[in-house]
């Protein structure tokens, strides 16, 4: 039985892997839409159009996929003989579950700034605290379907390192305003928002580690191995 260690190897293995890849791109590429929405929202308000098509049916479209690709790998499974898929399988069935939260932190976020700020927040507070991360995860989302599909392992070392930067800088944000004397609905607004960047910045590591870890180190990135 062969042993694949890295997505390269999955994806060159089977018209099965490579589909599947790509239906975890398309849940990343609706989350990137879904992010650039909402990041708009926080500053001009929730008064416009559009809420419902582009998060709430956006996210139950990732949630749809990723019941499809669990059903696809498990008929996948069922149907061959040859377990040589199995590592595959339980890839996509982690990658899919990464991206599906990060749609719904993404929605998280709109709700916060629907029930918290619907007047959108005051910019200074978001370039002192939220501009930067924010700039950050619109990169990361820039890059990291194509680095998936075309297994760049450089880019998605890269994707990893931000995504280590952005937990780090925004646990230090989250301190500071902890510490200040901000008013008690910004100041919630602004950790919420901030432990959802971090949280969108991991799941997306996760998926990065894919590509540059063995299926059985994956999400472990700074662990050391055994």
Not at 1 to 8: A, E, G, I, Q, R
Not at 56 to 73: A, T
Not at 205 to 224: Q, Y
Request: proline share 4%.
């Amino acid at each position: 039985m062969p042993k694949f260690n890295t997505l390269k190897e999955i994806l060159e293995h089977s018209d099965w892997s490579r589909t599947t890849a790509a239906r975890v791109a398309e849940m990343l590429e609706i989350c990137t839409a879904m992010f650039s929405y909402t990041q708009a929202v926080l500053l001009a308000g929730t008064g416009g159009e559009g809420v419902q098509s582009n998060v709430y049916d956006r996210d139950k479209r990732i949630n749809i996929i990723e019941r499809e690709v669990r059903r696809s790998v498990v008929i996948h499974l069922s149907l061959e003989t040859d377990r040589s898929d199995m590592p595959a399988a339980l890839a996509f069935m982690n990658m899919v579950k990464d991206a599906e939260r990060i749609g719904d932190y993404i929605k998280n976020m709109y709700d916060v700034t629907r029930d918290m700020q619907p007047d959108g927040l005051d910019r200074e507070l978001h370039d002192t605290y939220l501009a930067e991360p924010a700039e950050t995860l619109r990169s990361m989302f820039g890059h990291i379907p194509s680095a998936f599909l075309e297994n760049d392992e450089e880019a998605c070392h890269t994707l990893i390192e931000l995504a280590r930067k952005t937990g780090l800088d925004t646990e230090g944000a989250i301190v500071e305003i902890s510490r200040g004397g901000l008013p008690r609905p910004a100041a919630v607004s602004l950790v919420l928002l901030l432990r959802f960047y971090k949280r969108i910045a991991m799941h997306m590591s996760n998926i990065a580690s894919t590509v540059v870890m063995p299926v059985e180190l994956m999400d472990f990135f700074d662990e050391p191995g055994d």
